[in-house]
T-cell receptor, first 114, second 117 residues
């Protein structure tokens, strides 16, 4: 059972470079999310997609864009990376099962921007 | 205002003892859910336990129980008989309806638990 798969697991960028984090889930979930985790700040929502074809901003969307390519895939793009975007990024999904709203997480992607 | 408050940055507990991790929340919606997730040093997020706002009884899952005090808006996690493998970061989270058509989940900043042999 793959669950939620995100790639890459590690990435080092220079300031100004761009990159895309990929996420795919095989649980037929409607909703997908991107969070970032920083020390002392917990997990903060960047963007979410309630269903295929829709995306919306979360708590900290600045500097990011997303694409819900299909029901399975939800990518996060950094167009011009900044050191403040150094973080661990988690993709998650949720479906209509119980408990409601339970998030299934990927393993995380550690991004360092120099 | 913070939606989820975890006031204990770090906790120590002796192996085999019980420990309580605090969590308070803030919402005006009558329908919500509360989660606890565990994050070991390997980094993955592991779902532990869930409590719905309408659930009459406190949730339990093995050695984990959720002490739900609705009037006080608290949802403390109790781990009984601590094991060395319980050493991890613990996050409290709240699900509440969102006008965007999805269940918004907000996390606290976490509590780092260390179990001492």
């Amino acid at each position: 059972n793959a669950g939620v798969t995100q790639t890459p697991k590690f990435q080092v960028l220079k300031t100004g470079q761009s990159m895309t984090l990929q996420c795919a889930q095989d649980m037929n979930h409607n909703s997908m999310y991107w969070y970032r985790q920083d020390p002392g700040m917990g997990l903060r929502l960047i963007y979410y997609s309630a269903s295929e074809g829709t995306t919306d901003k979360g708590e900290v969307p600045n500097g990011y864009n997303v694409s819900r390519l299909n029901k399975r895939e939800f990518s996060l793009r950094l167009e011009s990376a900044a050191p403040s975007q150094t973080s661990v990024y988690f993709c998650a999904s949720s479906g209509s099962g119980l408990p409601p709203g339970e998030l299934f997480f990927g393993e995380g992607s550690r991004l360092t921007v120099l | 205002a913070q939606k989820i408050t975890q006031t204990q940055p770090g906790m120590f507990v002796q192996e085999k003892e019980a420990v309580t991790l605090d969590c308070t929340y803030d919402t005006s919606d009558p329908s919500y859910g509360l989660f606890w997730y565990k994050q070991p040093s390997s980094g993955e997020m592991i779902f532990l336990i869930y409590q719905g706002s309408y659930d009459q009884q406190n949730a339990t899952e093995g050695r984990y129980s959720l002490n739900f005090q609705k009037a006080r808006k608290s949802a403390n996690l109790v781990i009984s008989a601590s094991q060395l493998g319980d050493s991890a970061m613990y996050f409290c989270a709240m699900r509440e309806p969102n006008s965007g058509g999805y269940q918004k989940v907000t996390f606290g900043i976490g509590t780092k638990l260390q179990v001492i042999p």
